[in-house]
């Protein structure tokens, strides 16, 4: 039988690389700097500057590639103060990532129509 863990990893999209990527995010009156401490090809986890709500749109540049993307937040952690979730809305590896988990190339195949 599966642990919840295991059961969570299923449910992921894309594998979970721990990396800190310095990125600005931007929301309707707000420019913030953060920092990743997890991505993935569907978002990441960030540390911010500034409070971010569930729910912003939200525009992330990546400091490292000069590559941008829309998102949006999906989590906040009360644990953790400034640590926000987000869900890219297009999956790509925005963060430099140059060796990708092999399931990210199959989710980026699977996404091009």
Excluded at 12 to 40: F, K, Y
């Amino acid at each position: 039988m599966k642990t919840t863990a295991e059961r969570r990893k299923d449910l992921r999209r894309s594998t979970r690389v721990p990396i800190q990527v310095r990125i600005q995010v931007h929301a309707t009156g707000l420019v913030c700097d953060a920092e990743t401490i997890v991505v993935n090809l569907h978002g990441a986890l960030l540390r911010t500057t500034d409070h971010l709500e569930i729910g912003d749109h939200i525009t992330l540049q990546v400091s490292l590639t000069g590559k941008s993307a829309a998102g949006r937040v999906v989590f906040a952690d009360p644990e953790h103060g400034l640590h926000f979730g987000i869900a890219l809305d297009v999956p790509e590896n925005i963060w430099g990532i140059s060796l990708p988990p092999d399931d990210w190339e199959t989710r980026l195949t699977d996404t091009r129509a």
